[in-house]
């Protein structure tokens, strides 16, 4: 497949698109895990947060759409054409967006200071980031409703992780040593039977796809997975890192644990952005042999 201009703006707005997305959701089940912990101006910059990525990932969700119209139009009159964005809308990236935009309409109920508005906040949450999960190329495979609930799976496993990570980075940027050691902990419980999650659904998702395909590690699809495989290795390093050694120093109070947290979190939401940019261009640019 040629790749053009059109679809190297499709794939940087599904980027933007997966980042926001997975991002507001995963700050809303921090907020949710971790809530207790946060001050009131911690949990008030949250708020915030939540709302400016729920606003981006529904406009870059509409970009993206318009976009693929100019992609198959070849030129700007396609984002505008009703027949290409109807049979876009029509399809699973129609589907896929619209449930996206109202999880994430839900998901600004963490906004509210009521209680009463958790539970919708967490369904859209959950609806948003499992979103991506209606279109794809486990779809194209024999069966897949097996890929499909496993990419769901893999979905939420990754905004949980992923999206907690900005949490962190604000409260260790202002919070005390107790502070950190403790929301550093608590989400370290839960994030060690999150990630083992995501890695055994990413395995089984990997699996089918080679059992899909000859020559699949030849393929430019294999070679695009293998980077995204290195870097995934990478941000695991740096998890494990955090959980088995940071960690304890925070707790410890040892001296300079606050500084190599802060760094650690930081090299975490680098290599996080990296993969979902990866995965934009794997499910936009290529596909499995």
């Known amino acids: 497949m040629e790749i053009g201009g059109w679809d ?5 707005a599904k980027a933007v698109t997966y980042a ?24 008030a910059t949250l708020r915030r947060l939540i709302g400016v990525l729920a606003g ?31 049979m876009i809308l029509g399809g699973g990236e129609g589907r896929a967006t619209g449930l996206r935009m109202a999880g994430l309409f839900l998901a600004c109920f963490a906004t ?28 194209g495979l024999a069966h897949n409703t097996a890929p499909s609930l496993l990419i769901g799976l893999h979905l939420l496993c990754a ?20 502070q950190i050691a403790a929301a550093a902990a608590r989400f370290g419980k839960l994030a060690v039977v999150v990630v083992a999650l995501l890695l055994a659904a990413g395995a089984g998702l990997l699996w089918m796809f080679i059992a899909a395909a000859d020559k699949f590690w030849g393929s430019d ?49 680098f290599i996080g952005a990296l993969i979902l940019s990866i995965t934009a261009a794997l499910t936009t640019l290529s596909g499995p042999p």
């Open 8 to 12: 190297i703006a499709a794939a940087l």
């Open 159 to 178: 905004a949980f992780w992923l999206g907690a990570l900005p949490p962190l980075w604000i409260i260790a940027a202002g919070g005390d040593e107790a």
């Open 221 to 269: 699809y294999g070679g695009m997975m293998a980077i995204k495989l290195l870097a995934v290795a990478g941000i695991l390093a740096l998890a494990a890192l955090n959980k088995l050694k940071l960690t304890p120093k925070l707790l410890s109070r040892n001296p300079g644990a606050v500084a190599s947290f802060r760094r650690s979190v930081l090299g975490e939401i």
């Open 112 to 139: 509210s200071k009521n209680r009463a508005f958790r539970a919708p906040a967490v369904v859209g949450a959950m609806i948003a980031a499992t979103s991506f999960a209606w279109v794809g190329h486990a779809h």
């Open 56 to 86: 981006t990932g529904a406009v870059s969700s509409a970009l993206r759409i318009l976009l693929l119209g100019g992609s198959m139009g070849g030129d700007a009159s396609g984002m505008v054409d009703s027949a290409f964005v109807s």
């Open 20 to 43: 926001a997305t997975l991002g507001a959701a995963g700050a809303v089940f921090f907020t949710i895990h971790c809530g207790d912990l946060l001050r009131d101006h911690q949990r």
